[in-house]
């Protein structure tokens, strides 16, 4: 068995809310003297669960007694909604602020790249800068040196690495910053959704150069991304953060999907003001589902929008019509779905209706719905731009060309045939 | 609970282990060992300073001559001419140089570690470096600055000497290095006390100026100590700084209270501010950020 490179044990974190004003002091006073009198703290650890949307203490739990360890060589991927206290964990290891409970234990250097570029001097040149940004993440001179030309050569940035960094722009500061921060060897390696920074060009080295880090099986790394496809790819394990607490650990395709059942995208739609009609049957809520739920629509993957509706008065299939009217950003329409155009029936009255599309035939963008539903022949509930959907780049015709966005929304199946 | 028990059971100790954080410890450790990985660091923070300091200007390093140079001047004009104040039969310009120089490394030590964690914290809050080499690496660039300055002083000193002016130079100019290791340690001492309690309390940062100014006011650097009487005499005595600021003025002009009783208790006074401000500066530096 490997060695453990990082071991958590039971740490939690707690979170002051709210203004520091004039309370602090009495609060610390108040603290002190029980500390005297030789009580515990009596604002220690009243926090509650981590939930934004509820009202509760002036403390707030961000993490709360996550235990886990971490084998040598393991790419460990964290995932969870904003919130969920990834980056409160992340801002423990890279030891910026301590647990309030709890042990933390590590094998080795650990290094996080949480922001790239920490401490930059703006009037100092790009080679000053990367000494100093270097040293900052404790990277001695010699090392640096020693990869000062792989460095610069990394970020692109050669012509200007005499150039003091306030005439860079702000790309290639970035970049610059990426670049030292990539050549640290620390022997635990923290990674913060750095690979979000840059042009496509840039994020497809920085992605490059995070695989060979992962590849190479003797460096530890913790990888913190909302980008469900290089958590996929690079890492060999994953944890799920929830409301501060540690919500499931196994492989990363089973945690990624755990993450997308539970991250339901659904649009309340009762209160919208902005409609027309009578009433008598009422679209509720709308949920986008790409390929999975929770995941978003990609050109040439199942596409699927599914309506609540509030049909209290009962009516059956036959007695409904539902029109979606879909609008390109620009509000060019750009196609008109009716449940009047197929035969499509229940029996009863039904309170979902599903609009599914088995290859999304749509290019990558936004979308706009309006929705026009009638109820026996009267207009029922009629909602101008509802809501919208973005669709991401897919690979339609199977052969990895795209068609362009400028030149269509459409997307249609055809075939080529030469005569010769 | 289970994973408590394991942890317990678990054969390797804490010192299979190269970083232990425990949530729970109050531990005083002050981890100076660590801090020696940092030099490279510490000497790039230091260059960074003075390569910044004079970035575009047309004078470049002169103005670490001409700052001090226009103050004295101010001084001159409005305390020797104006008031009129004695300054012991020294040329007054000479008398100014000497307490400013040494004044001024008090005073800009004190203020800029002051500043460590506030001007610091978008760094500190995203990376982890030994915190006290931010506040080590002020106190050097300081050193080095009063290097320059002292050169200065040296020039005038010289000058004056030359052209007959009632000064001599003692024996005690050789504690030099005690006199600036000891400005050093109050000012270092002072800074880290202060700038712990800002992290919290922001008042801190606006009474700093007005105290430092009136602490100079309250030191014999316009006026010799010769000149205070009763209450406010004492009063000088009280401030630390007097009996370095007399000591130094003994030294190199001829002038002024050399008396060991009197640095004695700046020493001590020294030593207690720079081990409470050590600690406090240990406790803060671990969740500051949160509360910054």
Redesign the interface.
Known sequence: MRRKAL?I????KQ??LGE?GTG??SH?LKRWSSKVRGKGDPYAMVGEENRRDLKGGDYVLALRDI?FSVEEGEVLGIIGKNGAGKSTLL??L?????????????????A?L??VG??M?P??TGR?NV??NG????M??SEIRAKFDDIVEFSGCTRYVDT?VKRYSSGMKVRLGFAVAAFLEPEILIVDEVLAVGDAEFQRRAIGKMKDVTGSGDRTVLFVSHNMAAVNSLCSRALLLKNGMLHYDGSPESTINRYLEESSSEKDMSKLRDRKGNGVVKVIAVDVQGEQPGQSPQSGQPFALKFKIDNSAMLASKDLRFDLRIDDYLGQRVAWLSTSLLDARADGAPGEITFAVERLNLTAGLYYVTLYLEAKGEVSDWIQNAFSFEVNEGDYYGTGRLAPMNQTNVLMDFKVAYHV | MS??EL?ATEPTG?ED????????SHSWRLGLRELAG?K??L???V??DF??FY??TVLGPLWFFIQPLLKVGIYYVIFARIAGVPTDGVPPILFYITGLTFWEYFASSWKKTSETFLENQ????????PRLVVPLSVMISNAVKLGIQFLLFALFWLLYYFSGADISLKAEALLLPFYVLLIAVMGLGAGLIVTSLTT??RDLKFLLDTLIQLLMYLSPILYPLELAEGIFRKLLLLNPMTSVLEAIKYSFLGTGVFDWRYLTYSCVFALILFVCGLLVFNRTE??F???V
């Open positions: 071991e044990v039971e740490v939690s979170y002051r520091f602090t002091l610390d235990s801002k423990l890279s030891r910026v602020t301590r647990p309030s409970k709890g042990k933390i234990r590590a094998r080795g250097r650990i996080s949480l922001e920490t401490g001097h009037e100092l000053e000494y100093l040293a900052i993440l404790g001695s001179q003091p | 994973s408590k942890s804490e282990w190269d970083l232990v954080i425990d949530g729970s940092f490279d660091l000497f790039l923070f260059k960074r390569v910044t970035k575009q978008h760094i500190f809050g995203k990376v982890y470096f919290r309390y671990r969740n950020i949160d509360t």
